[in-house]
């Protein structure tokens, strides 16, 4: 954090000196005006600096984490835009070290850029993050039941819940949105938090009131661990697996912690399987897979809930006969360029199944992109995902 706090002082000044450089002898009024802007882009960035410094309460206070959010925010509309700004400057004041002054197009052109930086930012904070997209998916399984031609099945992941902080309605519109489709089975895959149990406070009420005909199924994620709790709370980070997982019961679902829950659904034996996600990237441990399918040989439709997409790879597809897996976990890194032709992400790097459908023979794999949002507090090209897939006979 000094660090960050040298850069932002840095900059601070670096960009003062720049806008002073390129506007002190044109217009007076357009000059002061600007400046006015700075000063006020710079009073917002240096108090949540110090509100998230000096806050006092626990780390995952939904209003601490919230204004961590908007801090990363405020860096990324302002202090990267000033960086940016800077170097171009400075670059075109190096280059006219003879002839004096700078390069009013450079300046200009990191002032153009700049803008849009923050422009874009702020739009995916307030518009990007809550455009909530559904995705309508049907899989075809060979050899599916005919009776369980057309089951529905609603899947949720990384809620994030702070991430709805102060805007709760926003969550309740999401689920009547799913409950509109009816569907058989309403599935979570993990993250219901970013640090720990008080940030479930009050959804409780808002998830408890929606249910699929046949049940909701969730399982823990790696930030539903208490992973990312400081070190120094050993205690709170203990404790949060236990809290979350009366937390989500408690809402109505089904917690499943490497372990399954076999129902009837016309007649048929389906098999909903669920594993335990801890540790972050890139050491991330997955639960038992063994243990999660243990009896579920005479089911004639099995679906497993893996937080990881990463697992399906490594311990699913061509291992085992599992027809359907959800993941979430990616979030498309809340950033990228969807398309009904083309989709791109830089999480494709770290996860090569990272949003969408995925097949290996007769077994898939659906990965959602995520509700909220994690460490920014923006979407930009990657909007917020409830998925609706329903099977149908191959």
Known sequence: ????????????????????????????????????????????????????????????????????????????????????????????????????????????????????????????????????????????????????????????????LSSFFRHPGRLDDVMKRIEKYQPDLIINTGDFVTVGSREFTGFDTILSKYRGRYGNYAILGNHDMGTYFPSGETEEKRMTPVLMDSLISASGYRVLNDENDIIDIHGVKVAVMGITTSGRHPRIIHGDIGKAISGTGSAGLKILLCHDPNQWDSEVAGRTDIQLSLAGHTHGMQIGIITRKYRWSPAAYYYPRWNGLYSEGNQYLYVNRGLGVLGIPFRIGMPPEITIITLRTG
């Open 1 to 160: 954090m000094t660090f960050l706090l040298f850069i932002l002082l840095l900059f601070e000044i670096l960009s003062f000196l720049t806008l002073k450089d390129h506007f002190s002898r044109g217009s007076r009024s357009a000059y002061y005006g600007i400046m006015a802007v700075h000063s006020a882009l710079s009073l917002a960035v240096w108090f949540y600096a110090l509100t998230v410094i000096f806050f006092k309460g626990h780390a995952d206070d939904p209003e601490y984490i919230n204004k961590q959010l908007i801090f990363s925010g405020l860096l990324s509309a302002i202090l990267t835009p000033r960086i940016l700004l800077c170097f171009l400057h400075f670059t075109g004041k190096l280059l006219r070290t003879k002839k004096g002054g700078h390069s009013r197009l450079l300046t200009e052109s990191g002032l153009i850029f700049s803008g849009l930086i923050f422009l874009v930012v702020v739009h995916g904070s307030y518009t990007g993050r809550y455009n909530f997209r559904t995705e309508e998916v049907t899989v075809r399984l060979k050899n599916l039941n005919p009776s369980l031609d057309g089951l529905v099945i609603a899947q949720l992941s990384d809620l994030h």
